[in-house]
């Protein structure tokens, strides 16, 4: 499998706003729940949202309200828009599959979250 490319990080006020785009080569794409992840320093991955073929969402405590995931199909794309960011959003951004890592992971998308 190749590995997924995000795209979108950089720094950010708080408060702020961005898109960050997760393109994923591979015919399985459509038939996979893809979903973001987050590691912060030192802590362990976790999951911030999640999109099934069908479009079904579901989002982490910390992150309703605020972010909003979709997927485009026909670019095998995913994207996670991040609103009213918070310092403690920082960290890396990754996209695989879900429930079980099917992808080697990418090299993720760096968001920092500062003023």
């Known amino acids: 499998q190749v590995q997924p490319v995000e795209s979108g990080g950089g720094l950010f006020q708080p408060g702020g706003s961005l898109v960050l785009s997760c393109a994923v080569s591979?015919?399985?794409?459509?038939?996979?729940?893809m979903a973001w992840y987050r590691q912060a320093p030192g802590n362990e991955r976790e999951m911030v949202a999640r999109?099934?073929?069908?479009?079904?969402?579901a989002y982490a405590d910390f992150v309703k309200g605020r972010f909003s995931l979709s997927r485009d199909g026909a670019k095998k794309t995913i994207y996670l828009q991040l609103n009213s960011l918070k310092p403690e959003d920082t960290g890396v951004y990754y996209c695989?599959?879900?429930?079980?890592?099917?992808?080697?992971w990418g090299q993720g998308a760096q968001v920092t979250v500062s003023s």
């Open positions: 695989n599959t879900w429930p079980y890592w099917e992808l080697p």
């Open positions: 591979g015919s399985r794409f459509n038939i996979w729940t």
């Open positions: 999109i099934t073929p069908e479009n079904n969402l």
